[in-house]
């Protein structure tokens, strides 16, 4: 029975004229998104490869020097890539490319790709993503209002229930049928993208991160689909069913996210670039601790002289000079440590806020399901940056140690060359493990599984209303 009444509904969708322009616009638009992150994915992941050897070469080969100058070099750590993040750019166009690393500083990364964009930019940019997340519900409203309202209006809703078939199982064929008319159009996609996914370099690292995608969609067009079966079984009439569900989802797809953006900002402020940059050079000045630089030398310089048993640096078998550069990297690095980790809680706080709008918004709980598997979301950029400072700090230890040990401070003339810079190694990110982003996603999948099971008992009660019409 409820096959029967699936190919009824597949069969009506397919002679829509209407659905049927809708669906196959709607998949070009997919397919054109996934060709163009597939195109950008190729420029961008070798355009950033190419200028990682090159600065990784300039550093190797920077001529000998003194290892402080050369710690004042610096070198650039570009960001990674993946397969994923052209079909969900998330907040990447906001959060920079690449971080200058550098003696004394913790830079934050630079070239944001937004500060490039156009106008029209502004308005959202195409992907494969927000295609899904905006107008795949849209289809599949468009596919299911009319399920119950429609037989309604023409009086053989009536009829059926009469014959005696299930409100329940009319419930879950009407579903399958509408399910199958979008999923003619969409799952060819999916598979499309997939294959395009094997074909890139370094695609099969990401074919499970991709798989968790789909089914995140999937699961958020089923939400959509039960809930307009719910409103069409309770309303009087399709336009009546299209209002309300074309409204819930401007609500929840177009006011809820910005309004969560808004509270977020209002509830968890987060200082302006000079007011950050501020704290940060206030607490340089002012040590950490209780204990300024000079303090902290000053003390140092006491048990050296004691352990050297001498009575001047100069006396020292080392350079104090580097002692001097490796306590100063220690300050700064808790000073960094502590202003950059309330940045990033409040930002984390603020991320707890867009979690609890997910409970109004099952788009926000895709959308953040998706960034992170993509790697766009601002847990990756904050990974990104965390992997290239433990970087800095490791080249510039090295140089300090090397400048320590290897000159005095009566013959500190050192020159360091390409053993030295090598010791340093170069710059690779390590892409999370699948099963650690599903964890931190955690909460995102509660929620949609939350909301599709709400969805479903809304259908069944309505369905089950039903009844009434066959007395």
């Known amino acids: 029975m409820i096959l029967s009444i699936a190919k009824k ?32 994915y190729a420029d961008i992941s070798s355009e950033r490869a190419a200028a990682q050897e090159i600065v990784n070469a300039q550093w190797q080969n920077q001529g000998e020097k003194n290892p402080h100058a050369a710690a004042h070099y610096g070198v650039y750590a570009f960001k990674a890539v993946t397969p994923l993040s052209f079909f969900d750019t998330g907040v990447s166009s906001f959060t920079g490319v690449s971080i200058w690393l550098e003696a004394h500083k913790q830079n934050m990364a630079e070239g944001e790709p937004a500060r490039d964009a156009t106008a029209i930019a502004r308005f959202g940019e195409l992907t494969g993503a927000f295609t899904l997340q905006m107008l795949l519900p849209l289809l599949v409203i468009l596919l299911a209002f009319a399920s119950f309202a429609g037989e309604r209006e023409q009086g053989t809703l009536r009829q059926v229930l009469a014959m005696g078939v299930s409100p329940i199982r009319l419930y879950f064929g009407k579903a399958l049928g509408a399910a199958t008319a979008a999923g003619l159009f969409v799952i060819p996609v999916f598979v499309l993208g997939l294959i395009g996914l094997l074909l890139v370099p370094g695609g099969v690292a990401f074919l499970g991160h991709a798989l968790v995608v789909v089914a995140v969609y999937i699961v958020y067009a089923a939400i959509f689909l039960f809930l307009t079966l719910a409103v069409s079984a309770a309303a009087d009439s399709s336009r009546t069913a299209l209002v309300v569900m074309v409204a819930f989802w401007a609500v929840s797809s177009v006011a809820l996210p910005k309004a969560a953006a808004d509270a977020s900002r209002l509830i968890y402020d987060t200082p302006t670039s000079v007011a950050f940059q501020k704290a940060i050079a206030a607490d340089l000045e002012n040590g950490m601790g209780g204990k300024s630089l000079d303090a902290i030398v000053a003390e140092r310089k006491e048990q050296m002289l004691k352990l050297y048993k001498v009575d001047s640096i100069e006396k020292m078998p080392i350079n104090f000079q580097g002692v001097v550069l490796g306590l100063q990297e220690q300050l700064s690095n808790a000073v960094f440590d502590k202003n950059y980790g309330q940045l990033y809680a409040a930002l984390n706080q603020q991320k707890g806020v867009f979690e609890t709008f997910s409970v109004l918004s099952p788009r926000l709980a895709v959308q953040m399901a998706s960034m992170e598997l993509s790697e766009t979301s601002l847990g990756n950029h904050i990974a990104f940056t965390a992997q290239a400072e433990t970087y800095r700090r490791n080249m510039i230890d090295t140089m300090n140690k090397a400048l320590t040990m290897n000159s005095t401070g009566a013959n500190p003339e050192y020159r360091a060359g390409p053993e030295l810079w090598a010791k340093v190694g170069v710059f690779d990110y390590t892409h999370p493990p699948l099963t650690q982003l599903l964890s931190v996603l955690g909460p995102s999948f509660m929620v949609m599984f939350l909301w599709l099971a709400a969805s479903i008992v809304a259908g069944l009660l309505a369905a089950r209303k039903l009844k009434a019409l066959a007395a």
Do not use: K, N, Y
């Open 9 to 40: 509904e597949l069969t009506s969708a397919l002679r829509d004229g209407r659905v049927m322009w809708s669906a196959a616009i709607f998949a070009v638009m997919l397919i054109a998104s996934l060709g163009s992150a597939a195109q950008r």
